[in-house]
């Protein structure tokens, strides 16, 4: 999963904002002020963020895509999980 998310960001086109949302129990934003634009500096962030997530807890779903969706700036969500929504 990591690997995917990580292909995924090195991916992005100039200019694109994005942001990643690790849930479990609950939510923790990579940058929680929003969107950030695809610099290099912030994707190589963004990717020293996801090499540090670890699976455990619950799988707060619904709490993760309601915090997507409260950006009025995003289009469009990936969801990358590794379990059953709880």
Do not use: C, H
Request: no cysteine.
């Amino acid at each position: 999963a990591k690997e995917q998310l990580s292909e995924a960001v090195k991916r992005l086109e100039k200019g694109t904002y994005f942001n990643l949302i690790a849930f479990s129990g609950g939510m923790e934003a990579w940058t929680p002020s929003g969107l950030a634009l695809s610099t290099q500096e912030n994707i190589d962030s963004a990717l020293a963020y996801a090499q540090k997530l670890k699976p455990g807890g619950g799988t707060n779903l619904f709490g993760a895509l309601k915090t997507a969706f409260d950006d009025p700036e995003v289009d469009p969500i990936f969801v990358l999980y590794d379990g059953e929504p709880s």
